[in-house]
């Protein structure tokens, strides 16, 4: 089978707490499991492990969780054929190589390479980070603007792009 035939990508982009992994998760559970969850966030306080708890709770079973905070692009190729992949957020995986000072013209390539090519129904979760004023530091602007250029380099490459906007999905692509 071509691996066109089966493989799409879906970008599923939106601010913080719009909906984007439930929406992502409905999508992915409209194919048969097991569904594959890679999550790219890692627990450094409390607050986070309870959030991840509470992802976790809901995703239930049938999922299979992969953590790959920094080696996406690897944790994607090893994927098996024909099966959903929900890749959540590329955000945080772009904030943990900005804070390892990694080339991160060099890694966006590797993965917006890595999705061009999907096998399997893929839904990827970043976040819309730019709608709000200039940053008044000089890192913040430096990963706004690396956001906004990773997005639309995955945008390029997916079938469908949504946007979340208060829980709701808009079509974009
Ligand atoms: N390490 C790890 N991270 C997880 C797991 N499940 C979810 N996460 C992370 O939780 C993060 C999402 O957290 P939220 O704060 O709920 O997301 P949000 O962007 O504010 O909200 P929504 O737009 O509603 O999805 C993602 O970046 C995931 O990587 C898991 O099992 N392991």
Known sequence: ????AKGRLTLIVGGARSGKSAHAETLATAS???WTYIATAQAYDDE???????HRSRRGEGWVTVDAPLDL???IEALPDHQPVLIDCLT????NHMLADHDIEAECRRLSDVLSRPRGPWFVVSNEVGLGIVPDNALARRFRDAAGRLNQQVAA????????VAGLPLKVK
């Open 32 to 34: 048969p499991s097991p």
């Open 1 to 4: 089978m071509p691996d066109r």
């Open 92 to 95: 945080l995986w772009l904030t």
């Open 48 to 54: 986070m492990r309870e959030r991840i708890a509470l």
């Open 73 to 75: 692009t690897g944790a």
């Open 157 to 164: 490459v997916a079938d469908s792009v949504l946007m979340m």
